[in-house]
C-alpha cells in the first residue's frame, strides 16, 4: 500500500492538496485539503450591505464576478428589492460571456494538458494534422503551412529547454493515447484559445467598465446607462459589438472546441467509467427571465443517486456545512452543522505546521468546510447542470447532449464519470453561445421601445429597511452552485456565510466521516505511475477548481501578512 501526496495540485486557482492511498494500482481512499484560510466573510461584518458585493468580488480573479452576483442578489432578498429587465438583461450578458470565457480557459489551459502529450506534437506530420483538422470542421486555420508554423514554435521551446507555459507535464507518461497530429492540432487550439478568450472578455470592459471586477454592479440593479441617443450609455452601437464578439465565440465553441472535444474524447472513452463520485447533483437554477429570480432558462434541481427519472427541488433550508474536519470551530461543538445563516467563522489551526509530509486525516485537515444538503454530500458544477437540465426535459439541453452522446457511441450514464464533467461543459458552452445573442437582442428591444430603466432606488435608502433582515442570493457561476446568506441587523451586515461551488466539491469528511466529492471521485482511479499521477490530474481538473474561493489567505510559515481593521 502506497501514498501520494500531490501538493500543489497546478493549473488551478488556489492551493489544492490532494492525498491518496494506492493499493494495486488503483486508489482505494483519498483526502481533499485546501491550505489556505478564507477570511472575507470576518472583513465584512458591520459593514454597509450595499457595499459587499464589491469584497466578495475579490475573493477570485478568475471567474470574477460570480461573487458580485450572488451577493448583491442576497440583500436583494433581503430587502425584498425587484430589480429592472434591463438589469436583469446586462447580469444575464455579464453572467453568460463570464461562463463561456471561463470554459474555453478551463478546457485549453487548464485542463487539455491532462491529455494532450505537447512534447508527442514534434512528432507529427503536419499534413496529417491538416486532413485531420480539416475532417473535423471547415475552421479556416487548419492548412498545413500553419501546423508547420505551429510544430516550429514548440521545437524551438523544447530544444531551448525552457517550454515556459507547457512546462512541469508529465510527457511521454502511457496514460497519453492521442496520436501525434491530434496533439499538434490540440496545442494548435490552446494558442488560438489564449487569444479568442482575450478578445471575447472585452464584453466585461464594455458592460462593467472594466475587467477582471466590474464596477457597475449595484443593490437594486446595475449603474450602466442605456440610452440609444448617448454615446456614453449601452446604445446601438454597443449592441452590435456585443454581437459581433458573440458571434466569433460562437464560431470558435462551435468548430474548434466542440470538434476537439469530441476527437480527445474518443481516445479516452474508458474516462467514462471513473470518477463518478457521490452520485448527487445540484443545480439552483440561472439566467432569470426577470427581476424576481423565477422563470430561469438554466432550471434548478437534485439528482440523487444518479437516478435521472426524478429531478428533486432545492430547499435551500436543507443546506449546513460542518467543520468536523476543517481548520474552524463552531461555538457548541464541531459534530453538528450550522446553516449558513448561523454559520460561523472561527479559526483555530493546531496541526502541523507546513511543509508537512502527511496531514492527520483522522482529525481536521483542511481550511475547506463540508457542506451538505439534507445531510447528503453533493457535487455542483457543469456536470450537475447539464444532468438536472437533461432529466427535466429541457429541449436544448436534451438535444444537444443526445447528439453529443450519439456521436461518442455512449449512452447517459457515460456522464457520471470524469469525461463526463469534460463533455458536459463542452455541451454547456455550445449552447451559452446560442443564448447570448438572443439576450442581447431582449436589450436591444428594450431600447427601440424606450424602457431604459437599470436600477430600482424605491429600497436604496437605508431608513427604509427594517430593523433585522435575512436573505440568501444564489447564482449557477461556471463552477457551480454559488450562495451568499447576510443577516442585516441596524443596517449593517451582523453574519454573512459564502458556501461556494469549491467548497460543496472540495470538502472534506463530515461528521458522519462522508467524504467530499474530490474524494469520492479518486476512489477506484487507476495509477500507471505513482511518480507522475496524472489520472489524479485528470479527475481533479475535471471539476475545475478554484481553491481561492473555497479558502483564502494563509502564509505557509504561519506568520500575519497583514490586518483588516473595521473603522
Not at 499538434?184 to 464594455?206: C, D, P, S, T
Not at 483522522?362 to 445531510?375: E, F, G, L, M, T
Request: with cysteine; net charge neutral.
Amino acid at each position: 500500500m502506497a501514498k501520494i501526496v500531490v501538493d500543489p495540485i497546478t493549473r488551478i486557482e488556489g492551493h489544492l492538496r490532494i492525498e491518496a492511498q494506492v493499493e494495486n494500482g488503483k486508489i482505494t481512499d483519498a483526502w481533499a485539503a485546501g491550505t489556505m484560510f478564507r477570511g472575507i466573510e470576518v472583513i465584512l461584518k458591520d459593514r454597509d450591505p450595499r457595499d459587499a458585493w464589491v469584497f466578495t468580488q475579490r475573493i477570485c480573479g478568475v471567474c470574477t464576478t460570480v461573487h458580485a452576483l450572488a451577493s448583491v442578489r442576497a440583500v436583494e432578498d433581503a430587502l425584498k428589492i425587484t430589480i429592472p429587465s434591463n438589469a436583469n438583461i446586462i447580469r444575464n450578458i455579464i453572467a453568460g460571456s463570464q461562463y463561456i470565457q471561463d470554459h474555453i480557459v478551463h478546457f485549453y489551459h487548464l485542463h487539455a494538458l491532462d491529455w494532450v502529450d505537447v512534447v508527442s506534437a514534434l512528432k507529427a506530420d503536419p499534413a496529417k494534422t491538416s486532413a485531420l483538422a480539416q475532417s473535423l470542421s471547415d475552421w479556416p486555420l487548419s492548412s498545413t503551412n500553419y501546423f508547420k508554423g505551429v510544430q516550429s514554435k514548440v521545437k524551438t521551446l523544447v530544444e531551448s529547454g525552457q517550454l515556459g507555459i507547457f512546462a512541469n507535464g508529465y510527457w511521454g507518461h502511457p496514460a497519453y493515447k492521442l496520436p501525434a497530429e491530434a496533439n499538434l492540432m490540440a496545442v494548435a487550439h490552446y494558442l488560438e484559445a489564449l487569444e479568442l478568450q482575450r478578445e471575447y472578455i472585452r464584453i466585461h470592459a464594455l458592460l462593467g467598465s472594466k475587467n477582471p471586477h466590474l464596477q457597475t454592479y449595484l443593490v437594486g440593479g446595475v449603474s450602466i446607462p442605456v440610452d440609444p441617443n448617448s454615446q456614453n450609455a449601452l446604445n446601438a452601437d454597443s449592441i452590435a459589438f456585443m454581437l459581433s464578439l458573440s458571434k466569433k465565440a460562437q464560431e470558435f465553441v462551435s468548430k474548434v472546441y466542440i470538434p476537439d472535444l469530441l476527437a480527445v474524447a474518443s481516445f479516452y472513452k474508458d474516462w467514462a467509467g471513473y470518477g463518478g463520485g457521490v452520485g448527487n447533483y445540484m443545480s439552483v437554477g440561472e439566467f432569470p427571465s426577470d427581476g424576481t429570480m423565477k422563470n430561469m432558462w438554466m432550471p434548478a434541481g437534485i439528482i440523487l443517486n444518479k437516478d435521472l427519472s426524478k429531478v428533486h427541488p432545492v430547499d435551500q433550508s436543507k443546506i449546513s456545512e460542518y467543520v468536523t474536519h476543517s481548520w474552524y470551530e463552531y461555538s457548541g461543538g464541531d459534530a453538528k452543522g450550522k446553516h449558513p445563516w448561523e454559520g460561523e467563522t472561527n479559526y483555530k489551526y493546531t496541526g502541523p505546521k507546513p511543509p508537512y509530509d502527511y496531514l492527520d486525516t483522522s482529525k481536521k485537515y483542511s481550511w475547506v468546510k463540508a457542506p451538505r444538503y439534507d445531510d447528503k454530500p453533493m457535487e455542483v458544477g457543469p456536470l450537475a447542470r447539464v444532468l438536472v437540465a437533461y432529466a427535466s426535459g429541457n429541449k436544448q439541453y436534451k438535444d444537444t447532449v443526445d447528439a453529443v452522446l450519439k456521436k461518442l457511441g455512449v449512452g447517459p450514464q457515460a456522464l457520471f464519470s470524469t469525461l463526463g464533467r469534460v463533455a458536459a461543459r463542452g455541451i454547456e458552452t455550445l449552447l451559452l453561445t446560442e443564448m447570448m445573442p438572443v439576450w442581447i437582442g431582449e436589450l436591444a428591444a428594450n431600447m427601440k421601445k424606450g424602457d431604459l430603466a437599470t436600477h430600482n432606488g424605491d429600497k436604496w435608502e437605508p431608513s427604509t429597511w427594517p430593523k433585522e433582515a435575512k436573505g440568501w442570493g444564489y447564482h449557477e457561476a461556471p463552477r457551480g452552485f454559488l450562495g451568499h446568506w447576510i443577516h442585516i441587523k441596524d443596517k449593517k451586515t451582523a453574519n454573512y456565510q459564502c458556501v461556494v461551488p469549491t467548497t460543496w466539491n472540495a470538502s472534506p469528511r463530515d461528521a458522519k466521516g462522508k467524504r467530499g466529492p474530490y474524494e469520492e471521485s479518486l476512489i477506484g482511479t487507476p495509477i500507471a505511475d505513482p511518480n507522475k499521477p496524472v489520472e489524479i490530474l485528470r479527475t481533479i481538473h475535471s471539476f475545475d477548481p478554484c481553491l481561492a474561493c473555497a479558502i483564502h489567505l494563509v502564509d505557509a510559515t504561519g506568520k500575519e501578512v497583514s490586518q483588516i481593521k473595521v473603522r
